[in-house]
């Protein structure tokens, strides 16, 4: 297109991608712009040009969307936390469950009228309990920076709120400010443990404790439509889907690789008396063929609850062979979400009943995903029933 850094641009957006960037279209050339609204028109400086797109930073807004409302946080467009402050919580709904349906159309070549309306968090400000302030030494001023990283690039923003976390990680934060870490380049874990839940320091816990029981509520009704007498609870952490649903079946088997955390999911199990559970320490690659090999496919359901970068393939497959009744998938990430879906789906092995967005990081581009899959009756194996249910001698 022939641009160059500080050239000033007229753009009409379009749109806004995942991630937060607006889109703005020029002669079919993408220019992405960020902190903008789709139906703006806007004023913006050239900062990047690549083959086939460019980034601009926002100037001044000539047309402005009637979505668009006043951040509630002095630092939004400097701090890289956020990217939808300024946007109506309405709108931002909205925007997340297209989001979402463009992705698993284009990635995961899925009908997106199976995505559902977002599901709303009660407290869009001040829902986080657990956030990382980094500490960076600014030369200029011959002090630590505590905060996030910037929007624009890598450099530390120094800041003394956080209008998404709690006050209480706010009140942590006044205590680290006042009690600096001795050098740049050292991170500190600001957290609000679950109340009622063991959970090691390294080990992974939702962070949105305001939406969460919506979340649970979503998944129970998906496993309840399912009829599923036996659930797997893959990547299960301490313990808390699996615990959370364990009355609703008659089996629960967790599997996780991390022992510290299968230790905790044991001790939070004991703590609300539950004599259907076991929790066992292994990669799922290896647990999960075992497992599934004890209960029959038509009775059986699995929840996994991946890392971002999503299931490794060898999982994927042995899912695909042996056909359970019911997945459900909770993810943070949905184009990794989307490729495993179409794995899964291909040569309709299963298919997508239903996927529900929610929306447990207001403010931000990000959104958690849960999606029903359910096994195909044209490809599903004849059900050969499994073991009776045997707690694992192994307690590992």
């Given at each position: 297109m022939g641009f160059t850094p500080g050239q000033i641009l007229t753009l009409t957006v379009s749109d806004v991608a995942f991630g937060g960037e607006g889109v703005a279209r020029l002669d079919d050339f993408v220019v992405f712009v960020p902190f903008v609204l789709p139906g703006e028109v806007v004023e913006a400086e050239v900062v990047e040009e690549k083959k086939r797109f460019a980034r601009a930073?926002?100037?001044?807004i000539i047309q402005t969307s009637k979505d668009r409302v006043t951040p509630a946080c002095r630092?939004?467009?400097?701090?890289?936390?956020c990217q939808y402050q300024h946007m109506a919580?309405?709108?931002?709904?909205?925007?997340k469950r297209k989001q979402v349906a463009d992705i698993f159309a284009r990635i995961g070549g899925l009908d997106p009228g199976?995505?559902?309306?977002?599901?709303?968090?009660?407290?869009?400000?001040?829902?986080?309990?657990?956030i990382m302030i980094r500490s960076q030494w600014d030369k200029f001023k011959q002090g630590l920076n505590l905060g996030f990283i910037r929007a624009d690039c890598r450099l530390v923003v120094d800041i003394e709120e956080c209008k998404i976390?709690?006050?209480?990680?706010?009140?942590?934060?006044?205590?680290?400010?006042?009690?600096?870490p001795p050098k740049g380049g050292l991170k500190v874990v600001l957290r609000i443990p679950p109340e009622g839940w063991e959970v090691p320091p390294d080990s992974f816990f939702q962070?949105?404790?305001?939406?969460?029981?919506g979340m649970v509520r979503e998944v129970r009704e998906r496993l309840r439509d399912s009829g599923s007498r036996h659930l797997i609870d893959v990547y299960c952490g301490v313990g808390f889907f699996g615990i959370e649903l364990a009355r609703d079946v008659e089996h629960l088997v967790g599997i996780e690789y991390d022992r510290m955390a299968i230790r905790a999911a044991r001790a939070n199990a004991a703590a609300r008396g539950l004599a259907n559970a076991e929790f066992l320490a292994g990669t799922a690659e290896e647990l999960v063929p075992q497992v599934l090999d004890r209960f029959p496919p038509k009775e059986t359901t699995l929840l996994l609850d991946p890392p971002r970068k999503g299931c490794q393939p060898v999982l994927l497959e042995v899912l695909r062979q042996t056909s359970p009744h019911q997945l459900l998938y909770i993810s943070c990430h949905p184009a990794t979400m989307a490729r495993d879906l179409n794995i899964l789906c291909t040569d309709n092995v299963f298919e997508v009943v239903r996927v529900t967005p929610l929306d447990m990081f207001p403010q931000t581009a990000h959104v958690e995903c849960v999606a029903d899959l359910r096994r195909s009756t044209a490809t599903a194996p004849s059900a050969t029933p499994g073991g009776?249910?045997?707690p694992a001698?192994?307690?590992r």
């Amino acid at each position: 297109m022939g641009f160059t850094p500080g050239q000033i641009l007229t753009l009409t957006v379009s749109d806004v991608a995942f991630g937060g960037e607006g889109v703005a279209r020029l002669d079919d050339f993408v220019v992405f712009v960020p902190f903008v609204l789709p139906g703006e028109v806007v004023e913006a400086e050239v900062v990047e040009e690549k083959k086939r797109f460019a980034r601009a930073r926002l100037l001044r807004i000539i047309q402005t969307s009637k979505d668009r409302v006043t951040p509630a946080c002095r630092y939004f467009g400097v701090c890289g936390g956020c990217q939808y402050q300024h946007m109506a919580y309405e709108a931002q709904l909205e925007l997340k469950r297209k989001q979402v349906a463009d992705i698993f159309a284009r990635i995961g070549g899925l009908d997106p009228g199976v995505v559902a309306p977002a599901v709303p968090c009660p407290q869009p400000y001040g829902y986080r309990n657990r956030i990382m302030i980094r500490s960076q030494w600014d030369k200029f001023k011959q002090g630590l920076n505590l905060g996030f990283i910037r929007a624009d690039c890598r450099l530390v923003v120094d800041i003394e709120e956080c209008k998404i976390a709690e006050p209480a990680l706010n009140q942590q934060l006044r205590e680290v400010r006042a009690h600096p870490p001795p050098k740049g380049g050292l991170k500190v874990v600001l957290r609000i443990p679950p109340e009622g839940w063991e959970v090691p320091p390294d080990s992974f816990f939702q962070n949105n404790f305001f939406l969460l029981p919506g979340m649970v509520r979503e998944v129970r009704e998906r496993l309840r439509d399912s009829g599923s007498r036996h659930l797997i609870d893959v990547y299960c952490g301490v313990g808390f889907f699996g615990i959370e649903l364990a009355r609703d079946v008659e089996h629960l088997v967790g599997i996780e690789y991390d022992r510290m955390a299968i230790r905790a999911a044991r001790a939070n199990a004991a703590a609300r008396g539950l004599a259907n559970a076991e929790f066992l320490a292994g990669t799922a690659e290896e647990l999960v063929p075992q497992v599934l090999d004890r209960f029959p496919p038509k009775e059986t359901t699995l929840l996994l609850d991946p890392p971002r970068k999503g299931c490794q393939p060898v999982l994927l497959e042995v899912l695909r062979q042996t056909s359970p009744h019911q997945l459900l998938y909770i993810s943070c990430h949905p184009a990794t979400m989307a490729r495993d879906l179409n794995i899964l789906c291909t040569d309709n092995v299963f298919e997508v009943v239903r996927v529900t967005p929610l929306d447990m990081f207001p403010q931000t581009a990000h959104v958690e995903c849960v999606a029903d899959l359910r096994r195909s009756t044209a490809t599903a194996p004849s059900a050969t029933p499994g073991g009776a249910f045997q707690p694992a001698h192994d307690q590992r």
